[in-house]
């Protein structure tokens, strides 16, 4: 039997960042993930601290975008590779009391560093009767790049298993797994956490998010747009267009509507011809009060959950990984918002 300090089961960004945080704090650890939940890999990849509908902040939003910069920065420097990319978000204007309402938030201090009041008239081939805002400190991360890099990585370590975690070989009496005895075990299974029979009973909500990536010459567009969806540049005339929110799934695999909506929507703000070069799907792991679930089971002490992100994981995982250490490791408490006691 191989003793590690801690298992982590999936490996989406929840479970990355937990494993990056054990790799700092100097503990054993085996990940098991069979990349059967893809919510992070199809993610839109945008980090982003302010709700560009309502023009405000996201919950503990700078305290969230500094702490992530610095761990994704310190992995692109384990890793060797490039996969965070600053860049500002243009917000297209449909009225002019959206303009009044980005003056109006602007003038908030906790507002003011992030939205510029120099408003861009306009962006060529993207039609707007309106102005532009620019979002500053926003960016894009390449999350297919970093979780296949990180995850060679741990194959290399011999801390990676690639294959589907079998609940019925785990023995919570014992603390064993398969040839693993373990300290702790913690659950990052997005959407899969529905199928845990130690946490499924959280209130955790699938919703279908899908994106199509366009292939547009003439474009030549920098930053990333937000109308009713988002435009990422991607490079090489390459844009990821998305994303669709449903709760009423019947599967993971793309769909015609989802493609039909988005391109529908498209086709009001591009002047330009394009054409659908990909389509990908993930089911998001979402909650009713939007905020995620971390914390311990109340009967097993040991078992644990690090899950329901949303569409806010790139900025939240990061410090997410660092609450939940702290919690196991030094009792410290974790904030009420995001603890699972909030259902107890």
Not at 3 to 27: M, T, W
Not at 83 to 97: A, G, Q, T
Not at 108 to 115: D, V
Request: with cysteine.
């Amino acid at each position: 039997m191989k003793k590690v300090d801690y298992i982590i089961v999936g490996f989406g960004l929840s479970g990355l960042h937990f494993a990056k945080k054990l790799i700092d704090e100097n503990k054993s650890f085996v990940v098991f993930d069979d990349n059967s939940e893809n919510a992070s890999l199809v993610a839109g990849g945008i980090f982003n601290p302010v709700i560009l509908k309502r023009f405000n902040l996201a919950w503990n939003a700078d305290l969230l975008l500094t702490h992530a910069k610095e761990v994704y920065e310190s992995l692109e420097r384990l890793l060797g590779v490039k996969f965070l990319h600053s860049k500002p978000i243009y917000r297209r204007f449909n009225s002019v009391e959206e303009q009044n309402d980005w003056f109006s938030a602007s003038d908030q201090s906790q507002l003011s560093k992030f939205l510029n009041t120099d408003l861009k008239k306009s962006i060529p081939y993207i039609q707007s009767e309106f102005s532009f805002g620019e979002v500053n400190k926003t960016g894009y991360l390449d999350t297919v790049l970093l979780i296949k890099s990180f995850k060679n990585y741990l194959q290399q370590q011999g801390n990676f298993i690639e294959e589907a975690f079998n609940y019925n070989e785990l023995n919570s009496a014992k603390n064993s797994y398969k040839d693993f005895t373990f300290n702790k075990i913690v659950f990052c299974e997005g959407n899969g956490l529905s199928l845990n029979p130690f946490f499924n009973d959280l209130p955790l909500v699938g919703n279908k998010g899908e994106y199509v990536t366009i292939k547009c010459e003439g474009l030549n567009l920098e930053e990333m747009l937000k109308f009713s969806l988002f435009l990422i540049p991607l490079g090489n005339d390459l844009y990821k267009v998305g994303a669709t929110y449903n709760r009423q799934f019947k599967d993971r695999e793309p769909s015609t509507s989802a493609k039909k909506q988005i391109l529908i929507k498209l086709d009001k703000v591009l002047e330009l011809p394009y054409e659908v070069v990909h389509q990908e799907a993930g089911i998001r792991p979402t909650t009713k009060d939007r905020r995620a679930l971390i914390g311990r089971h109340s009967e097993i002490k040991n078992f644990y959950v690090n899950n329901g992100y949303g569409s806010r994981g790139i900025l939240l995982a990061p410090s997410a990984a660092k609450w939940l250490f702290n919690f196991i490791e030094y009792q410290q408490e974790l904030p009420k918002e995001i603890d699972i006691a909030r259902f107890n």
